[in-house]
């Protein structure tokens, strides 16, 4: 691997193993490459998550150059007690360089609250989130550089650039990804028993009491199956159920679940193709969220870029695509992805929202 230059001197940097994690610092100006997740460790949680936020809201790259890419990163001007120093970020290889005596600004993790929340400039006042940040709702917010996020991204999915509300802990999203995730991998011991048993028949659609239009919720095909699905409950099901509350998205859930299986069900009838997994569900939930927040942006690997897309934009395209292939599979017998499903758990969701969204004071 070469040798890294410095941001500032353009001097070699040097590997340090510190007490945070690996680091890459200049011997010669003692100014420091960071990725978050080792910032998050040397710096407070919050801290680190406004920066990337104010690095996000910037509009152009007006900082030095990355050392890992080459491009010129985000500037992210901040005030210290009056005096102004500067931060860059680099979003596309998510590291942070910080000059000498930067890093001892930023607050440390557990260090008594200070009077004033640290202020990053925000270079798009009529954003939605400048209210956010200055109220504190960072905390909550959107990190790519670590978790389920990040791993989300990596596997091609859509993950949340802005985090549109803030609010208690989403228990009930949790819950259910992990009674989901359980009964899935507990089904993997004998897969092909429990689908026979439990999945979704369209030429059969009354089974068990009609109970098989909802628990192919909790049986997927496969580890990657269950992990894109799980991921995309993930970063949408926590901003709805602060929304409309755990018990409304419950009812959300198995309603675009069912209509998912019955819109698959009115393109195949007859077809004796099991159907499993919570897309049809969670379908329901992308709509939800999309109409509920129409300006919050997703983040996507294009090209190894992280790009912002609009969350409309990408509901249009992801429409598209299953309009499209369902048409293709009208009428035939053939596995693979039941599109029709997701189409069906969209249309439910589409109506959920206009019946539960408040409605406008006379």
Request: proline residues 7%.
């Given at each position: 691997?070469?040798?890294?230059?410095?941001?500032?001197?353009?001097?070699?940097?040097?590997?340090?193993?510190?007490?945070?994690?690996?680091?890459?610092?200049?011997q010669v100006c003692s100014g420091w490459l960071m990725a978050a997740p080792v910032l998050r460790r040397?710096?407070?949680?919050?801290?680190?998550?406004?920066?990337?936020?104010?690095?996000?809201?910037?509009?152009?790259?007006?900082?030095?150059?990355?050392?890992?890419?080459?491009i010129s990163m985000r500037l992210v001007p901040r005030t210290v007690s009056g005096a102004p120093c500067?931060?860059?970020?680099?979003?596309?290889?998510?590291?942070?360089?910080?000059?000498?005596?930067?890093?001892?600004?930023?607050?440390?993790?557990?260090?008594?609250?200070?009077?004033?929340?640290?202020?990053?400039?925000?270079?798009?006042?009529?954003?939605?989130?400048n209210a956010e940040m200055q109220s504190g709702g960072a905390r909550g917010a959107y990190n790519p550089?670590?978790?389920?996020?990040?791993?989300?991204?990596?596997?091609?999915?859509?993950?949340?650039?802005?985090?549109?509300?803030?609010?208690?802990?989403?228990?009930?999203?949790?819950?259910?990804?992990?009674?989901?995730?359980?009964?899935?991998?507990?089904?993997?011991?004998?897969?092909?028993?429990?689908?026979?048993?439990?999945?979704?028949?369209?030429?059969?659609?009354?089974?068990?009491?009609?109970?098989?239009?909802?628990?192919?919720?909790?049986?997927?095909?496969?580890?990657?199956?269950?992990?894109?699905?799980?991921?995309?409950?993930?970063?949408?099901?926590?901003?709805?159920?602060?929304?409309?509350?755990?018990?409304?998205?419950?009812?959300?859930?198995?309603?675009?679940?069912?209509?998912?299986?019955?819109?698959?069900?009115?393109?195949?009838?007859?077809?004796?193709?099991?159907?499993?997994?919570?897309?049809?569900?969670?379908?329901?939930?992308?709509?939800?969220?999309?109409?509920?927040?129409?300006?919050?942006?997703?983040?996507?690997?294009?090209?190894?870029?992280?790009?912002?897309?609009?969350?409309?934009?990408?509901?249009?395209?992801?429409?598209?695509?299953?309009?499209?292939?369902?048409?293709?599979?009208?009428?035939?017998?053939?596995?693979?992805?039941?599109?029709?499903?997701?189409?069906?758990?969209?249309?439910?969701?589409?109506?959920?929202?206009?019946?539960?969204?408040?409605?406008?004071?006379?």
């Open positions: 691997m070469s040798e890294m230059p410095c941001p500032q001197c353009k001097k070699p940097l040097g590997r340090q193993n510190t007490t945070w994690g690996l680091a890459f610092r200049c040397a710096a407070s949680e919050d801290a680190v998550q406004r920066l990337w936020i104010a690095a996000q809201q910037c509009a152009f790259n007006r900082g030095r150059m990355c050392s890992v890419c080459g500067d931060f860059d970020v680099c979003v596309r290889c998510q590291v942070v360089w910080l000059d000498s005596g930067e890093l001892e600004l930023l607050p440390k993790e557990g260090a008594p609250a200070a009077t004033e929340a640290p202020q990053f400039t925000n270079t798009q006042p009529n954003s939605p989130w550089l670590g978790g389920w996020r990040f791993m989300g991204a990596m596997l091609g999915m859509p993950v949340e650039m802005d985090q549109p509300t803030a609010g208690p802990k989403p228990v009930f999203t949790w819950m259910t990804i992990g009674i989901t995730s359980l009964v899935s991998l507990l089904a993997f011991g004998n897969l092909e028993a429990v689908i026979q048993a439990w999945a979704f028949f369209p030429a059969e659609p009354w089974r068990n009491g009609g109970l098989t239009l909802l628990t192919p919720f909790f049986i997927h095909g496969g580890f990657m199956h269950l992990v894109g699905n799980m991921l995309f409950l993930f970063a949408f099901g926590d901003n709805v159920e602060h929304r409309i509350g755990p018990m409304r998205l419950l009812l959300l859930l198995v309603v675009a679940t069912v209509a998912g299986n019955l819109a698959q069900m009115a393109l195949n009838p007859a077809s004796m193709i099991p159907l499993v997994g919570a897309s049809g569900g969670i379908s329901g939930v992308l709509v939800y969220y999309a109409l509920a927040f129409p300006k919050a942006r997703l983040g996507m690997f294009i090209f190894f870029h992280l790009m912002p897309v609009n969350i409309m934009i990408y509901l249009l395209f992801w429409v598209g695509m299953q309009f499209m292939t369902a048409a293709q599979q009208s009428g035939h017998e053939g596995g693979g992805v039941a599109w029709m499903a997701h189409l069906g758990g969209a249309g439910a969701g589409l109506v959920f929202f206009a019946l539960t969204r408040p409605q406008p004071r006379a």
